[in-house]
C-alpha cells in the first residue's frame, strides 16, 4: 500500500513522524487564552440572525409576483379607460353618421320634393 | 458526550457563566488546535491570527451550538474552515502580487522553512511539508488531518461537510503525489 510505503520511506529517512517539529515562541500557550479572551471584547457577539425558513430565491419570485399584481392593478383600469374612451367615441362616430344619415335623409326629400310632384305621379299610374 | 462536556455546554448556553466556560474551553483546546492549524497554514504568526479569529467566531456562534457533535470537533470544523480561508486568502495575493513580490514569493516552503525560526525538522521533514504544500488546498487538510490528526474519516466528515467516500478519494490523491514527489512509484 502506497501509504505504509510512504510512511517507512520517512521513518527510514530518521523523520520523527508524528512528534512535533513545529516550535513557538516561549510562554506562547501561557499567553494565548488571556490574549484571546480579551480579543472577544474587541469583538461583541452578534444578535442572533432571524433565519428565514422560506428560500431565498422564493422570496425573489414572490416579489416579482407583487410587483407584477401592483403593476397590473394599475394599468388595467388604466387601459379600461382608454378604452371606455374608445367605446364613447364609437356612438358619437355612429351619432355623427346618424346625423349624416339624417342629412341624406333630408335631402332625399329635399329631391322627392323638388322633382317629383303627386300630381306627376297620378297622372303616371293611370295613362300607364 | 461526557458530562464534563455537558456541564460545559449548558455553562456555554447561560449567559451568567458563559466568558468563564468559554475561558476553559480555549485552554483546553488551543494547543491542539494550534498544531492542527499550524501544520496547515505552516507559518507561526498566520497560525497565531487563524487560531485568534477560530476562537472568535466560535464566541460569536457559541449559543448556536446545539451538541450535535463534540465542542474539539465543532472547533475544529472553525478553524480548518479559517485556515482555508487563509490559504484562499493568501493564494489570491500571491496571484495579484507575483510580478511585484517574486523573489519572497516565488521561493519554495522548502527553502523558506529552512530559515524559520520556528521550525524544527530535518531535511526529509523540509521535503515532506513542500510535497504537502503542492497539493490542492482541502487536499492539503484531508492529509493533515488523517496523516498526522489521525482523525476518524467520520468525524473529518463532520469537520469538513464532506462525504466520507469523497474524503477518502481525496486522501488517496493526496498520499500519491506525495509518493510520486518522493520519486516513489506503485
Known sequence: MTEERLKSLL??????????????????????TERVMAKLAEHPKKPARRVSLVPRTWLYAAAVAVLVVVSSAALVPYLLNRNGQQTAGEPLMAHQGAEFIWEEEDGFEELDYAMVDNNEIAYYLTEY | MLDDEKELIRQLHNEDTR????????????QKLYYMVRRIVVVHEDT???????????WQAIEHFRGESSLLTWLYRIAAHEALDHL???????????DRERESDGMLLADRL??????DGDETERQLMQAIDELPEKQRVVFHLKYFEEMKYEQMSEV???????????YHHAVKKISAFFGMKD
Not at chain 2, 88 to 98: D, F, N, T, V, W
Not at chain 2, 161 to 170: F, I, R
Open chain 2, 48 to 58: 497565531d491570527d487563524v487560531i485568534q479569529n477560530t476562537f472568535v467566531k466560535a
Open chain 2, 88 to 98: 484562499a486568502r493568501q493564494r489570491r495575493k500571491a496571484e495579484l502580487s507575483i
Open chain 2, 114 to 119: 529552512e530559515s524559520d525560526p520556528y521550525f
Open chain 2, 160 to 170: 469538513l461537510g464532506t462525504s466520507v467516500g469523497a474524503l477518502k478519494a481525496s
Open chain 1, 11 to 32: 521513518a527510514a529517512r530518521g523523520r520523527k513522524d508524528k512528534e512535533q517539529i513545529f516550535k513557538v515562541p516561549e510562554g506562547y500557550f501561557d499567553t494565548l
Open chain 2, 19 to 30: 466568558r468563564d466556560a468559554f475561558e476553559c474551553l480555549v485552554r483546553a483546546h488551543q
